[in-house]
């Protein structure tokens, strides 16, 4: 897909009207070499000026200058208003796809596209419509030679052709080169990704820290050595066309009275017309290996957006395409007395390898009003089950997720999700508190306080004043916004985790008693045995499985049961 498409598909506005304009624009830029070489030639033979070039020469000049004006005002709103669009699809479509999609594709080929890519576009467009203008001036240069000398038309026409040849060819090797060069860049922006976000675990370990900066200067390398090459080649296209034209008027000046007999004067209005059009040809030369860019920019936005568009329902597909899913909001299912999973199962997968394997599991049942704590090691699957609790991860066709007496199937998958609030290990804290505008003021203050954060952050209009927090301080805040959010089912995966004794004592003995009195519904990944008897059940994990469970009533043991492999 080329620029053009490109706007014509994503952009409200029209572009009609602007590649008009570039096209006055270029003929008044010919009236312009017309008046100038006969204004001139007039007065190298004594002649007056004739009022009426003149006149001419101020009205070509003005509608030059206001319509190429408009033009790049106009091309910026439209493209803008298309990459605008793109963008929000594309982050629509994101917010829409399913958690193993975004984990294969990778945050850095999301944030380039949406960046770097739309960047190119942006950019790129205003010198693509700049060259629609300088080759409607070329066109009526031409032209204007061809009234002067049909030879001199030859000459040169011939020239420009073969020129265009020459760089046409060299331009499909820097397409190539180009191609590898955007594919290494993405390698490294990925491996810069694991610089910051890693920046913990390279930080303890020197051996992983240098082996990745020696892989990222190896990139690095490669990028530079292509990005070299490209440029060298470019370099060569451009100095070959400045060369170019030192030989195209050589030809004019030494083959063209050779080759015939030019009227007076006749070469020296075919030199200054071809002087005229050195600028428009570089210009429609050079745009060239750019449209290249930009088509390459394209094409990496639009086999993301399909890439996305895969692993969406129809259903919200078809209303992210008619933006009716902004502002769409889905309600929670009715949640009366369980949830209960059969036949659990789920397979991680690092391209077709399967790298872990959760389940299967015959059945497992949360309860409506029960504190359920899930215990396992490193790896036992604790998260891969709560990410399919959650309906973050699909199962296996085999399971069944039943909520009550309604079954979850793709049509109501939203509406069950509803149902959580999750704290996950790697959650995500924003100062904005989206989705929050109507809570009250006074129970964000009070829950701060309640958790001992308040002097740590403040609210105000909706949003927090920090999240710059020690690590548990973050964890009481993403409690925070957990509990305003007031779901029917509370997942909390190692809040207790890097907390002091007496707030672990807090949570355990009166926070979470609290919100079961108030009817909610609590999954507490945790590996404090000393509180254990403050659930009602627990599970332990263990290679995906769920390898015993235990009941509590009043902190003592009623059912303790070990299941085998």
Do not use: W
């Not at 100038?36 to 509608?63: N, P, Q």
């Not at 100062?431 to 105000?460: C, H, M, P, R, W």
């Not at 920090?466 to 957990?482: E, H, I, N, P, Y």
């Amino acid at each position: 897909m080329n620029l053009l498409e490109f706007i014509r598909k994503e952009s409200d506005l029209k572009i009609r009207s602007s590649i008009i304009l570039a096209t006055v624009s270029g003929l008044a830029n010919g009236v312009i070499l017309v008046v100038i070489v006969s204004t001139a030639e007039a007065s190298s033979k004594g002649g007056e000026v004739d009022t009426h070039f003149f006149l001419m020469f101020l009205l070509a000049i003005t509608i030059f200058v206001l319509s190429k004006r408009k033009i790049f005002g106009d091309v910026a709103r439209v493209v803008e208003s298309a990459i605008r669009r793109v963008r929000t699809r594309i982050a629509d479509k994101v917010r829409h796809s399913d958690l193993q999609t975004l984990e294969r594709m990778g945050a850095s080929s999301i944030f380039n596209s949406i960046t770097q890519d739309c960047l190119q576009i942006s950019t790129s467009a205003p010198v693509i419509m700049n060259a629609l203008q300088s080759a409607v001036m070329l066109v009526f240069a031409l032209l204007y030679i061809l009234y002067l000398s049909t030879l001199g038309f030859m000459i040169t026409t011939v020239g420009i052709l073969l020129a265009a040849l020459v760089y046409e060819i060299s331009r499909r090797k820097v397409l190539a080169t180009l191609k590898n060069t955007s594919q290494k860049e993405r390698e490294f922006f990925s491996i810069v990704d694991h610089i910051v976000n890693g920046f913990k675990e390279n930080k303890v370990n020197s051996r992983r820290s240098s082996a990745v900066m020696r892989y990222m200067q190896n990139i690095s390398n490669e990028v530079k050595e292509l990005k070299i090459a490209a440029a060298t080649r470019e370099s060569i296209n451009f100095l070959f066309s400045q060369t170019f034209f030192y030989i195209l008027l050589g030809a004019i000046i030494f083959l063209l009275p050779v080759l015939t007999t030019p009227d007076e004067g006749e070469v020296l209005r075919i030199v200054t017309a071809v002087l005229f059009i050195v600028g428009p040809v570089s210009a429609v030369l050079v745009v060239v290996p750019l449209l290249s860019r930009v088509n390459i920019a394209i094409q990496h936005i639009y086999n993301l957006e399909n890439e996305l568009s895969n692993k969406i329902s129809p259903e919200s597909l078809e209303k992210i395409e008619t933006e009716a899913s902004i502002d769409f909001i889905d309600e929670p299912l009715p949640f009366a007395h369980s949830i209960k999973l059969t036949d659990i199962g789920f397979e991680h997968l690092n391209k077709s390898d399967v790298v872990f394997t959760l389940g299967p599991i015959s059945e497992l049942t949360v309860n409506k009003g029960e504190i359920l704590f899930i215990e396992g090691g490193n790896g036992s699957g604790k998260s891969t089950l709560l990410k399919v609790l959650t309906g973050l991860y699909y199962p296996d066709q085999k399971t069944s997720i039943q909520v009550d007496e309604e079954i979850i199937n793709r049509f109501n998958y939203a509406s069950y999700r509803e149902l959580f609030s999750v704290v996950f290990t790697d959650f995500h804290l924003t100062q904005k508190l989206f989705g929050l505008e109507k809570v009250e003021e006074e129970k964000v203050k009070a829950l701060l306080l309640a958790l001992k954060i308040e002097n740590k952050t403040a609210y105000s209009n909706g949003t927090l004043s920090t999240v710059d927090l020690s690590t548990g301080q973050k964890k009481r805040l993403a409690l925070v916004v957990s509990l305003l959010e007031d779901k029917e089912i509370l997942i909390f995966d190692e809040v207790a985790a890097d907390q002091d004794p007496a707030f672990k004592s807090y949570y355990y003995k009166e926070l979470l008693p609290k919100l079961q009195e108030n009817g909610k519904t609590i999954i507490a990944v945790t590996h404090d045995d000393m509180y254990f008897q403050y659930c009602d059940r627990k599970l332990k994990m263990l290679n995906g499985k769920v390898s015993r469970e235990t009941h509590y009533k009043k902190g003592k043991i009623t059912f303790d049961k070990e299941f085998t492999a």
